[in-house]
């Protein structure tokens, strides 16, 4: 009797591609105090309003860094900047929104000097070389678009819940609130949605000199 290997050989190959690689989730070897960062959301939320990045549903930014002297420069399209994406069925990419001087966002905003953002900045810009760095609010049950960016992003999750993943490729992952730091490969397509019934809050930096291999 003879056996025909190509089935034997295509099952192994289906099997390996079933094995899913978070290496486009790289958690850092940084922590932080959660408490703290908590504490810190807290007291800038008593006196500044999350920008809606120019009319987007569901979501808000507070910049913590902008181009030196310049408050134009963390409002409306500049709070969220340039992406693509590809919104139907023919599956074009296109792409949206303002490009971004990431580099320019050299100043901590005064505003937020006496919180504990400012240690976490200057650490995090003693490590990576940081473009804007912001507080990113997800409302519930909402989602992003299927996008990808110009640069890696650096996340630290402030607030969050198991409904909170992010979706890189077809590989998604949770991020806990626990003072990690991770950085993520937001140069491939991908996507965040909040399936809880609380904002998700997280730090969000752009990192310039970040390689995914
Ligand atoms: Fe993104």
Redesign the pocket.
Known sequence: MTTDTRNIVNLDLKKDQQILNFSDFQKQSIKFDITKLQEAYKQIVQTKKFDDGGGISHFGAICLTRIPGDPESVKGHKARGV?WTKPDKSGKEVVRDISIDESAYSEFIPDYENTYFKEVFDVLSSKYKLGRVRILLKEPRST?SW???PEP?LHIPIITNPGCLMVIDNVAKHMPADGSVWITN?TKY?N?FNGGEENRIHLVACVLDYKFN
Request: charged share 35%.
């Open positions: 992406y992003l996008h990808r960016d992003r937001n991908h965040a």
